[in-house]
């Protein structure tokens, strides 16, 4: 009687999961443009200021992997509104934190309340939708919002701070958060592996220290360059987590069966995500540079410049849940990486006034291309995995999100901060030795010694940065567009060529550990309440 209700109900359900999606997503995001607010309000230092931004994505890194599994044992229902009650929590206190401290405090609960709901989501998706092509489609709706919720947030932010006092962009999450609290109790099915082994608790802190410190190395290079610290707690972080491994082959029961990856077409879909991210992420940051350094645009103004990615991402996704049934997921990813590769090449001839119609046109091939990359590998992924597994198989592909978003923002930005040093090593007419130093630091500190300087000098040092931080944009465009369309040809030549059902088998080399798919029904082995 349930399953059967819970099978009339599964699109509703899907509403539900998108919604709860959609508001983790666009958190990520939404404080990059409360920030100058935040320093006047609450006056952080430096270092407070960087905590409060990247504790969030640093708990959600780290604990993507460990919730997945957890709520494989504990119930995903379970999971997911646990999820919801935290992050409702640390919303309210974000919202009327009275410092600092609190703030950050705040943060990292809502990172906890996000590494529950997001692995909830894809893994109840993964046992409600029991037929392939649906969960297909299911998938793509999945991936469209997911890419909304970050590009929106900016949007989102903006509307709310000419409006409101800073703490409205946490406080939006409360009335969401508690419609989706009371939809899930109601008409999500529970689901949890019928017998789970003993979860293990010493590869969970392995998987979570050894992620945290990976990401903040990530992080921390990408602003800071390789310094010490970005090079020591980058290696902890790998050491950590070449312990996991070995202790995943070791262990009688592991913290997930690494037989996953012996998968050729998990192992891409994985690869996918990342690459997919990669993409999107420092493409995001360089563009809201130009606009906000270059060309004066308000956050406001910089958010909505990016809905036309939005509206592609909601296109190229639900595409893909008609061209992987009938062509694979091997066309499906390379149709989705070239886009993403093709768009960079379109930067190529940026300059300071270039017209934001040829930006348009590369949004719009980074949103279709990430909503095509990201819904087929999402499908392999989830397809690939056996029912029982599925929190830990949406552990790690939500984990490979965090990596290539971090991966983009600090090798992106790392290359084009590089470049752009090397463009404004010269010298201008009028401007001193010491404030040509400074302004070499980022095109953010040029705009700010070029206000300083009178006159001509001044307008002169301000011409020179943006050409510099063109040029640095579009050299690392041409570098990024090159690395996706040589990423495109290795998946013509290593992604099995797969259609239809034949895409929904996993090898022979993991047989014995991955359930075959599409059987009738996949979920028959999840309990439901």
């Given at each position: 009687?349930?399953?059967?209700?819970?099978?009339?109900?599964?699109?509703?359900?899907?509403?539900?999961?998108?919604?709860?999606?959609?508001?983790?997503?666009?958190?990520?995001?939404?404080?990059?443009?409360?920030?100058?607010?935040?320093?006047?309000?609450?006056?952080?230092?430096?270092?407070?200021?960087?905590?409060?931004?990247?504790?969030?994505?640093?708990?959600?890194?780290?604990?993507?992997?460990?919730?997945?599994?957890?709520?494989?044992?504990?119930?995903?229902?379970?999971?997911?509104?646990?999820?919801?009650?935290?992050?409702?929590?640390?919303?309210?206190?974000?919202?009327?934190?009275?410092?600092?401290?609190?703030?950050?405090?705040?943060?990292?609960?809502?990172?906890?309340?996000?590494?529950?709901?997001?692995?909830?989501?894809?893994?109840?998706?993964?046992?409600?939708?029991?037929?392939?092509?649906?969960?297909?489609?299911?998938?793509?709706?999945?991936?469209?919002?997911?890419?909304?919720?970050?590009?929106?947030?900016?949007?989102?932010?903006?509307?709310?701070?000419?409006?409101?006092?800073?703490?409205?962009?946490?406080?939006?999450?409360?009335?969401?958060?508690?419609?989706?609290?009371?939809?899930?109790?109601?008409?999500?099915?529970?689901?949890?592996?019928?017998?789970?082994?003993?979860?293990?608790?010493?590869?969970?802190?392995?998987s979570v220290t050894g992620l945290i410190a990976l990401v903040y190395s990530i992080q921390h290079g990408g602003s800071k360059g390789l310094d010490a610290q970005t090079i020591g707690i980058g290696a902890l972080g790998l050491l950590l987590l070449a312990g996991l491994i070995v202790r995943l082959v070791r262990t009688p029961e592991p913290l997930f069966d690494l037989a996953l990856f012996k998968s050729r077409a998990f192992s891409v879909g994985v690869a996918s995500v990342?690459?997919?991210?990669?993409?999107?992420?420092?493409?995001?940051?360089?563009?809201?540079?130009?606009?906000?350094?270059?060309?004066?645009?308000?956050?406001?103004?910089?958010?909505?410049?990016?809905?036309?990615?939005?509206?592609?991402?909601?296109?190229?996704?639900?595409?893909?849940?008609?061209?992987?049934?009938?062509?694979?997921?091997?066309?499906?990813?390379?149709?989705?990486?070239?886009?993403?590769?093709?768009?960079?090449?379109?930067?190529?001839?940026?300059?300071?006034?270039?017209?934001?119609?040829?930006?348009?046109?590369?949004?719009?091939?980074?949103?279709?291309?990430?909503?095509?990359?990201?819904?087929?590998?999402?499908?392999?992924?989830?397809?690939?995995?056996?029912?029982?597994?599925?929190?830990?198989?949406?552990?790690?592909?939500?984990?490979?999100?965090?990596?290539?978003?971090?991966?983009?923002?600090?090798?992106?930005?790392?290359?084009?901060?590089?470049?752009?040093?090397?463009?404004?090593?010269?010298?201008?007419?009028?401007?001193?030795?010491?404030?040509?130093?400074?302004?070499?630091?980022?095109?953010?500190?040029?705009?700010?010694?070029?206000?300083?300087?009178?006159?001509?000098?001044?307008?002169?040092?301000?011409?020179?940065?943006?050409?510099?931080?063109?040029?640095?944009?579009?050299?690392?465009?041409?570098?990024?567009?090159?690395?996706?369309?040589?990423?495109?040809?290795?998946?013509?030549?290593?992604?099995?060529?797969?259609?239809?059902?034949?895409?929904?088998?996993?090898?022979?080399?993991?047989?014995?550990?991955?359930?075959?798919?599409?059987?009738?029904?996949?979920?028959?082995?999840?309990?439901?309440?």
């Open positions: 009687m349930e399953s059967a209700r819970s099978a009339a109900n599964r699109w509703t359900v899907l509403g539900i999961l998108s919604l709860s999606l959609l508001v983790v997503a666009l958190d990520l995001t939404v404080l990059n443009v409360a920030l100058p607010t935040l320093s006047t309000e609450l006056e952080p230092s430096s270092v407070q200021l960087l905590w409060i931004v990247d504790i969030y994505s640093l708990a959600v890194a780290g604990l993507l992997i460990s919730a997945g599994t957890l709520g494989d044992r504990l119930g995903r229902k379970r999971f997911l509104c646990l999820g919801f009650l935290i992050f409702g929590l640390g919303s309210a206190a974000a919202a009327w934190a009275s410092g600092p401290e609190t703030l950050i405090a705040a943060r990292a609960l809502l990172g906890v309340g996000a590494a529950l709901i997001m692995p909830s989501t894809l893994s109840i998706i993964r046992n409600v939708f029991t037929d392939r092509r649906e969960r297909t489609v299911a998938l793509a709706v999945w991936a469209s919002v997911s890419a909304a919720g970050a590009a929106i947030g900016p949007v989102v932010g903006g509307f709310l701070l000419e409006h409101f006092w800073w703490g409205s962009v946490f406080l939006i999450n409360l009335p969401i958060m508690a419609i989706a609290l009371i939809a899930a109790v109601l008409l999500v099915p529970e689901s949890r592996h019928p017998n789970p082994p003993r979860w293990d608790a010493f590869g969970a802190l392995l990342v690459l997919a991210m990669f993409g999107m992420g420092g493409l995001m940051l360089l563009l809201t540079q130009h606009w906000q350094f270059i060309g004066g645009a308000s956050p406001l103004e910089s958010g909505l410049r990016l809905l036309p990615l939005v509206f592609a991402t909601m296109i190229g996704a639900p595409i893909m849940s008609f061209v992987v049934p009938r062509y694979g997921t091997r066309y499906a990813m390379m149709i989705g990486m070239g886009l993403i590769g093709a768009a960079f090449f379109v930067l190529l001839n940026v300059q300071p006034d270039t017209e934001y119609w040829v930006f348009a046109i590369a949004l719009v091939g980074i949103g279709a291309g990430s909503g095509c990359a990201m819904t087929a590998a999402s499908d392999v992924i989830m397809s690939t995995a056996p029912a029982d597994s599925a929190g830990a198989a949406a552990g790690i592909e939500e984990t490979s999100y965090e990596l290539g978003n971090g991966l983009s923002v600090a090798i992106m930005g790392s290359v084009a901060s590089a470049l752009f040093r090397r463009e404004m090593d010269t010298t201008v007419p009028g401007v001193d030795d010491r404030s040509m130093e400074a302004s070499r630091e980022s095109i953010g500190d040029s705009i700010v010694v070029a206000g300083t300087l009178p006159g001509d000098a001044g307008r002169a040092l301000k011409r020179q940065a943006d050409q510099s931080f063109s040029d640095a944009f579009a050299l690392t465009s041409l570098c990024t567009g090159i690395m996706l369309v040589l990423v495109t040809v290795a998946i013509y030549f290593y992604v099995p060529r797969s259609t239809g059902r034949a895409d929904s088998k996993p090898d022979s080399d993991s047989a014995g550990k991955l359930e075959k798919l599409d059987p009738a029904p996949d979920n028959a082995h999840s309990e439901h309440s």
